[in-house]
T-cell receptor, first 112, second 111 residues
């Protein structure tokens, strides 16, 4: 158990819908990262937050957005969902951007 | 720009045999290097990390990796494979705040 929690574990929704994935970092970690893992794209970095502020952006679509709240939990919002958005979404956290990341168990999103 | 390449998307070994998973990196400055393991239906778990203190790094579950600057490599090894080692392994390189993951190597262990 890494100490990073993600909810929900599984999510099934229809195309065009919007979903929110939630992540609680390890106690004391200020940095949160979001990743997408799919069979064809592998592990893709989406976005990083540090102490509430956006720190880095990766391959995140405009339909996706995220934020980190004052209590340091983070949410990833996915809208206008397409079949291709079906993937595992991981959250990771670290004490700060220079330290190793600890991953949560992931949220499996299925878009039908 | 830094990058990481894992050679071989699939590696198969027999139980008790040597495990060797290859990782090469590209970085303009000394990198921080990591190996992660992902078991089926789970998140990534940190196996070990290189932070320039020692070139041979020991991790969990009997794995170790050696940093070779001249070869820009950070290969992961384990002397004797166990069935429970079957998983996907990711090499990662960090430069400042930017973390890059390799495409992953799926390790199969045959009885």
């Amino acid at each position: 158990d890494s100490g990073v929690t993600q909810t929900p574990k599984h999510l099934i929704t229809a195309t065009g819908q919007r979903v929110t994935l939630r992540c609680s970092p390890r106690s004391g970690d200020l940095s949160v990262y979001w990743y997408q893992q799919s069979l064809d794209q592998g592990l893709q970095f989406l976005i990083q937050y540090y102490n509430g502020e956006e720190r880095a952006k990766g391959n995140i679509l405009e339909r996706f957005s995220a934020q980190q709240f004052p209590d340091l939990h983070s949410e990833l919002n996915l809208s206008s969902l397409e079949l291709g958005d079906s993937a595992l979404y991981f959250c990771a956290s670290s004490v700060d951007p220079s330290n190793e990341q600890y991953f949560g168990p992931g949220t499996r999103l299925t878009v039908t | 720009a830094q990058s990481v390449t894992q050679l071989g998307s699939h590696v198969s070994v027999s139980e008790g045999a040597l495990v060797l998973l290859r990782c090469n990196y590209s970085s303009s400055v000394p990198p921080y290097l990591f190996w992660y393991v992902q078991y089926p239906n789970q998140g990534l778990q940190l196996l070990l990390k290189y932070t320039s203190a020692a070139t041979l790094v020991k991790g969990i579950n009997g794995f170790e990796a050696e940093f070779k600057k001249s070869e820009t490599s950070f290969h992961l090894t384990k002397p004797s494979a166990h069935m429970s080692d079957a998983a996907e392994y990711f090499c990662a390189v960090r430069f400042r705040d930017d973390m890059r993951f390799g495409a992953g190597t799926r390790l199969t262990v045959k009885p």
